[in-house]
């Protein structure tokens, strides 16, 4: 089970760091990938990190590259999304979401969201002045 936490509401230039707490065994084997949402748009991957076996690696859409650092801590069981500089365009309901393979696939949109096993209930980021 995956919940996000974090979300508010800033002016343009602010930050936001969300939360995504995980329950259950062997969080640091799955990879955690990061969604948003905005309001009559489609859901887009934002970014992904790795599992422990697969060495952490990042992956960010290039709307956020520079602006958005994903980290996770796995004794904690958490992934963190630091987010600064948020534009308005950063306005939607976050998620975060993991599956048994394929994660960075799908936030990368190779493969449909659709077929990610977990979800989160998301956390609402809105950006504006």
């Known amino acids: 089970q995956l919940q996000a936490s974090g979300g508010g509401s800033v002016q343009p230039g602010g930050s936001l760091r969300l939360s995504c707490a995980a329950s259950?065994?062997?969080?640091?084997?799955?990879?955690i990938g990061w969604f948003r949402q905005a309001p009559g748009q489609a859901r887009e991957g934002v970014s992904v990190i790795g599992s422990s076996r697969s060495g952490t690696g990042t992956y960010y859409a290039d709307s956020v590259k520079g602006r958005f650092t994903i980290s996770r801590d796995n004794a904690m069981s958490a992934v963190y999304l630091q987010m600064n500089n948020l534009k308005p365009e950063d306005t939607g309901v976050y998620y975060c979401?993991?599956?048994?393979?394929?994660?960075?696939?799908?936030?990368?949109?190779?493969?449909?969201?659709?077929?990610?096993?977990?979800w989160g209930k998301g956390t609402q980021v809105t950006v504006s002045s």
């Open positions: 259950g065994p062997n969080f640091d084997d799955y990879d």
């Open positions: 979401a993991t599956s048994g393979g394929f994660v960075a696939a799908m936030v990368m949109g190779v493969i449909p969201y659709d077929a990610m096993d977990y």
